[in-house]
């Protein structure tokens, strides 16, 4: 995946735009929303650390059923020119 190359000004996130794998591509916002090429959710995992300290991967599926958050694609977007 490439490295982060957009931050946010408001609050110097980083925005994520990156090929994943051949003919695939993904945006992630610094909100966490993400969109990309068709099926782009098989490429991804969120790695969550949890209240007890253990680390855990989810499937975007899972996530979402686990912590009842829906990603909006509408809501991921590249802001500004890259800082150095």
């Known amino acids: ?5 957009r931050w946010l000004f408001s609050t110097r996130l980083p ?3 990156g090929d994943v794998a051949e003919d695939q591509w993904v945006v992630i916002g610094a909100n966490g929303h993400y969109r990309g090429s068709e099926a ?4 991804l995992v969120y790695t969550v650390l949890l209240e007890d300290g253990s680390n855990r991967i989810f499937t975007p599926s899972d996530f979402q059923d686990r912590f009842h958050w829906k990603n909006e694609s509408d809501k991921a977007f590249l802001v500004g020119p890259a800082v150095d």
Do not use: T
């Open 1 to 5: 995946m490439a490295a982060c190359d």
């Open 15 to 17: 925005v994520l735009f």
């Open 40 to 43: 782009i959710d098989s490429h």
